[in-house]
């Protein structure tokens, strides 16, 4: 079987900006959500068996105590933050599986659920529904990968090392480096997406990186001032690595089975009703049938 992990942050953002404004029978802004379900649901209609989707449904995680700077909901359009819980309860009424995270982010969620489902031997292969630089470290040869949906791309192992000069046990260093504007950490002055990916293709880690630049075997351009910004940053850059680190131990599923589609819950017909989406509803009814 193959399994379809969907981060539905990133899907509400893409169809916000995508897709026109529309209202709810309630008056409530909808189109995002519009946009993300029928999404959704056209890869259950294209042979998708199990999916789960992570949200960020509080914005905030346990990030933002760590690093002041890290990302937060400030800044969000209203209309758009305002549809973070709708589209899970939407999701959830079509009979998917959504893990809305609090105090871990959906990218953590994502992480867990791609570890858990590759532990599994009846699962063929993993597709982690985004095209954000740091799921990349989740990418395990061509059992786990990055599809971007948008761009109908994918990215596995060989892909990561083509994009970013490492391979995906590198990612964190190489956003520690690098910086994350996406996640609102800055990097390290000086690294840029060529050094570090020289560097760490061949020094895997921070620490693995010699402090002396003349015994790097590497050519790099500036390497002395390379050198010197990194030392000087150390803490920072182990802080931002730690940033970058998504972790794995989030509550996603216990059985791989959870995330098999069986069909809409009862109340889906009027969900869609509410969204102006009746012909969703009565496509999802068929689609079991």
């Known amino acids: 079987m193959n399994v379809h992990l969907i981060d539905g942050t990133y899907e509400l953002f ?33 042979g998708a068996t199990h999916v789960g989707v992570a949200t960020d449904s509080t914005v905030e ?31 959830r009424s079509l009979g998917v599986v959504v893990w ?3 105090e871990q982010e959906a990218d953590d969620g994502l992480a867990a659920a791609a570890a858990r489902a590759a532990a599994r031997d009846d699962v063929d292969r993993v597709f982690i529904c985004s095209p954000d630089k740091d799921l990349s470290q989740c990418v395990r040869g061509t059992r786990v990968v990055q599809f971007d949906r948008r761009q109908r791309s994918l990215r596995d192992e060989d892909g990561v090392r083509e994009k970013f000069g490492v391979g995906p046990a590198s990612i964190p260093d190489y956003l520690a ?44 351009r500036g390497a002395a001032g390379l050198s010197a910004q990194l030392r000087e940053h150390w803490t920072d850059a182990l ?12 509550p996603v599923f216990d059985d791989i089975d959870e995330l098999r589609w069986r069909g809409p819950r009862p109340d889906f017909p009027e969900v869609c009703r509410t969204l102006h989406l009746e012909g969703l509803g009565r496509q999802a009814a068929r689609q079991v049938g």
């Open 14 to 46: 893409r169809h916000f900006y995508a897709v026109p404004a529309r209202a709810d029978t309630n008056g409530d802004e909808v189109g995002a959500v519009r946009g993300v379900l029928t999404s959704v649901f056209s890869m259950i209609r294209d």
């Open 177 to 220: 480096l690098t910086g994350d504007s996406a996640d609102g950490f800055p990097g390290v002055p000086r690294w840029g997406a060529k050094g570090a990916g020289t560097v760490l293709g061949r020094y895997p880690h921070l620490e693995d990186i010699p402090e002396d630049p003349a015994a790097w075997d590497v050519k790099v």
């Open 100 to 102: 809305a995270m609090v």
């Open 239 to 250: 802080l931002f690595r730690d940033l970058a680190t998504l972790r794995e131990d989030a």
């Open 61 to 91: 995680s346990f990030r933002n105590e760590m690093y002041s700077g890290y990302k937060s909901g400030e800044g969000i359009d209203p209309d758009l933050h305002r549809q973070f819980q709708p589209l899970e309860e939407a999701l």
